[in-house]
């Protein structure tokens, strides 16, 4: 059984840089994906970030691009989000998913086969 691990998540100001972890146990990650969501208040739950955990190839929304960077470290099966300038727009909260036997890198959440419980980034202004 897949369990997924967030944390990181806290109260930052405009401006401010905070990085997100997910702890991933259960499984010898090989060919998976590893991603990003984050749901904001009254909003759908979009893609923000992916990585492959074989070659670390990666993805970003548009939204995000340049701002975010998603890596992982193989030894320790966690993968991070590091999220700089952050904006008021950024609160929400963000969840890692896993989508087991695979390399494309989905922006749909349905291609998600395991996800954490979500940490929660509050920017304010």
């Known amino acids: 059984q897949v369990q997924l691990v967030e944390s990181g998540g806290g109260l930052v100001q405009a401006g401010d840089s905070l990085r997100l972890s997910c702890a991933a146990s259960?499984?010898?990650?090989?060919?998976?994906?590893m991603a990003w969501f984050r749901q904001g208040p009254g909003r759908e739950r979009e893609f923000v970030a992916g990585?492959?955990?074989?070659?670390?190839?990666?993805d970003y929304a548009d939204s995000v691009e340049g701002q975010f960077t998603i890596s992982r470290d193989n030894a320790k099966n966690t993968v991070f989000l590091q999220m700089n300038s952050l904006k008021p727009e950024g609160t929400a909260v963000y969840y890692c998913?896993?989508?087991?036997?695979?390399?494309?890198?989905?922006?749909?959440?349905?291609?998600?086969?395991?996800w954490g419980q979500g940490t929660q980034v509050t920017v304010s202004s």
């Open positions: 259960g499984r010898t990650f090989k060919t998976d994906v």
């Open positions: 990585i492959r955990w074989s070659g670390g190839t990666t």
């Open positions: 998913a896993a989508a087991l036997g695979t390399e494309v890198i989905g922006s749909n959440q349905y291609l998600y086969d395991y």
